[in-house]
């Protein structure tokens, strides 16, 4: 391949990567891919190298993969999506709550970028990419637009832990009473920071290592929000360690407990946040209800005492599980916010 032709290949795979080839260029971009398989070598790395830009650029802490299906309109020569998808992956144990775990990124197959090609040339026009269409790209009729999951906020109490007033810095109190049902601890407590200090508001409640703090979920009715197979929450607000943390440590950890009369606990679903750095950083956390409905209790070495959970109520947990490790760390919660997916049943 000459200078002149790689120069006009390089403009070809630019403007298909930005949407912006015309019909003229259509063409020609398919017959090169279709009669040259260099052409097809140096599409396909171009092609990778772009999603895993756009990969690195993502702070995730959790990987969620993430599918989109696309077709290119044959009329504008311009890439449309026209489905979106996500899965997590989590293994579920008979009698053991269903764990949110981060995976380990798994290095891309070199061979992919060539993979979205070949899907290209085998005549369906399909092709899965990180980019999104252009604002003024129409998605054929026939395709049913894809809309966004709808998160309705559950009315918590005491969210942001302003109440009660506390007066001027440094007034500390007990426990927060709305954070503390079914078990107390006398390790978390409520106090009011300087102005600037509390993410929001004036006040924030510490949580020491070994402490936690239970909340009972209700909708907007006033109705318990029970455990239904499929069911999703998003639980998110403002975490920040009291002192710079060097390293990753696991100490924040939320749950989804179901609690009985004999205050015997079920942990259905946990997810442990880790923290480093320091300052304020905004955590979101996803759970889903496993199919599993049968549970042992935990925290108890009874035995035979398994629980269906199906239609009990969630009890949502915070714990700092940092008092058993090397380096134990307070940290300190603001603004806490718990939504539900209400037809994610």
Known sequence: MNGNDNDELNR?????????????????????????????????????????????????????????????????????????????????????????????????????????????????????????????????????????????SLPLKNPGFELPDLGPPPATAPSPKEWQEKFTSSMVFQRALPAGEAHGGKQVVYLLPGSHMKQSLFDGGGNPVVFEPGRKLRISGWVKPESPVSGRIDAFHLALHYVDDRLLQYVVRYHVVPLDGSGWRKFSVEMTVPPQEVFEPSYTNATNLLTTVTGRPMLLSITNISAGQNTPVTFLLDDMEVELMPDAK
């Open 12 to 152: 070809l795979i630019a403007a298909f990567m930005d949407g912006t080839l015309d019909e003229q260029g259509r063409a020609d971009f398919e017959r090169r891919l279709r009669e040259d398989p260099g052409a097809v070598q140096q599409t396909g790395e171009a092609v990778r190298f772009d999603m895993e830009l756009a990969d690195a650029m993502r702070p995730d802490h959790l990987e969620i993969v993430q599918q989109r299906r696309m077709v290119i309109d044959r009329a504008t020569g311009q890439p449309v999506i026209v489905e979106t998808s996500d899965r997590v992956a989590r293994p579920i144990d008979l009698g053991a709550p269903a764990r949110d775990v981060t995976p380990v990124a798994k290095p891309k197959s070199p061979w992919l970028g060539l993979a979205i090609i070949a899907a290209i040339l085998a005549g369906g026009g399909i092709w899965w990419s990180t980019r999104k269409p252009d604002a003024a790209t129409a998605v054929p009729a026939s395709t049913p637009p894809v809309t966004a999951p709808v998160w309705v």
